[in-house]
């Protein structure tokens, strides 16, 4: 499975964006989906997640209500809409697949692939 994580950029504090991650070399439908983030100087954190099915999403406090985990099964396709941006979301969003469909984890030694990050950068 190779993830192509796109659609960073730069936004005010209190926009939006919307990342998406690309899947190819195999069908994602059984996997369950993450995003973490890594900000400047600090460890990789857990942002959200969904099952394979999409009956189940899981996110963490500091984004919870802003954020959206989505995906579409059929474009191979998972999004991650970030509404009400802060500047303590500032990072490098990264994808992630886990085979065992364990979307209930937030630790990022349960997924095996990653994308290659992308920045998101909220100014003040």
């Known amino acids: 499975v190779q993830l192509q994580a796109s659609g960073g950029g730069l936004v005010q504090a209190g926009g939006s964006l919307r990342l998406s991650c690309a899947a190819s070399?195999?069908?994602?439908?059984?996997?369950?989906m993450a995003w973490f983030r890594q900000a400047p100087g600090k460890e990789r954190e857990f942002v959200a997640s969904?099952?394979?099915?999409?009956?189940?999403?899981y996110y963490a406090d500091p984004v919870k209500g802003r954020f959206t985990i989505s995906r579409d099964n059929a474009k191979n396709t998972v999004y991650l809409q970030m509404n009400n941006l802060k500047p303590e979301d500032t990072a490098v969003y990264s994808c992630a697949a886990d085979r065992r469909n364990r979307a209930y984890s937030r630790s990022d030694s349960t997924y095996a692939y990653w994308g290659q990050g992308t920045l998101v950068t909220v100014s003040s």
């Open positions: 070399g195999r069908i994602l439908y059984t996997y369950a």
């Open positions: 969904m099952s394979w099915s999409g009956d189940r999403t």
